[in-house]
């Protein structure tokens, strides 16, 4: 029986978006063992009733539980903004989130107080971030800008296309004509067109990138408790999707950045 400290992080997400937080989990925590899972078969949730978001991701963190990990990372935006709460009222395990990572980085980069927040509809219409932001700092004034185009774009490996880069500057250009110094990557999709993004709003604007952020957290929370896993070997990842794996090994490994391993289907 191995010891708490060496269990893994389960990290969950309504799809593949959440192997970019994935990914800055194994730079930034070399030694951690991370079992993902990713509800394939019921994405997107964007368009879902809260009940049913709550209701799904209630039945993924018991199974995470079941793997007896020792913390949950909510990598989904939309179940970060709708049930955290939830979750954290069924886990016996710490519990973090992406919103709350990327809004603390936000509040920690910003120097003149205007931060702009790009996600999908679903949570940008949350008011997520804006809520999170303003605990962090209630001076920050917050513009925001839903952009549906992007996760379909990036799941097509469209990256640096001139239809992709044509459609940032269209919804940037809502956000950056408001003198924001700072700009949350509010989808774990978009880290994949940081570069593309960064070029279009200049060097002036800081990307808050929300995976790297979460890699950030977790490191904090994993000193905080004392949960740092002692072992210095390789560790073992773990994916488990609920529909195609064949499909999210090959969009997956684009979003990891390496060759994706065994994916396991999840049948409820």
């Given at each position: ?12 997400d ?21 079992v993902?899972?990713g509800d ?6 964007g ?19 079941k ?34 990572a990327g ?29 999170a ?77 929300s ?24 560790p ?14 090959s969009?997956g490994?684009r ?10 289907l999840?049948k409820?």
């Open positions: 029986m191995i010891s708490n400290v060496e269990n893994a992080i389960g990290v969950f309504s799809g593949v978006g959440g192997l970019t937080v994935v990914r800055a989990l194994m730079e930034r925590l070399p030694f951690e063992n991370i993902y899972f394939t078969a019921r994405v997107p949730y368009v879902k009733s809260v009940e049913t978001i709550r209701t799904f991701a209630r039945e993924i963190t018991e199974f995470l539980l793997k007896q990990v020792k913390m949950l990372i909510i990598a989904c935006n939309t179940m970060a903004a709708v049930a955290h709460e939830e979750i954290v009222g069924i886990s016996s395990v710490p519990v973090l989130n992406v919103i709350e809004a603390s980085a936000a509040a920690e980069t910003t120097r003149k107080h205007f931060v702009g927040v790009i996600g999908t509809p679903a949570t940008i219409n949350s008011n997520a971030y804006p809520r932001i303003h605990r962090c700092d209630p001076r920050i004034r917050i513009f925001s800008q839903a952009c549906p185009l992007f996760v379909p774009l990036v799941e097509e490996g469209w990256l640096d296309h001139p239809v992709t880069r044509m459609t940032a500057r269209e919804y940037l250009q809502c956000v950056t004509c408001n003198d924001i110094d700072a700009l949350v990557l509010g989808c774990t999709h978009y880290p994949l067109l940081k570069p593309m993004l960064q070029e279009i709003v200049g060097s002036g604007i800081i990307l808050v990138d995976a790297e952020a979460m890699a950030e957290e977790t490191a904090r929370t994993l000193t905080q408790m004392d949960l740092w896993n002692p072992a210095r070997v390789q073992d990842y773990q994916f488990f999707v609920t529909d195609v794996p064949l499909r999210f090994q969009i490994e979003f990891l950045g390496r060759a994706l391993p065994g994916v396991h999840v409820w």
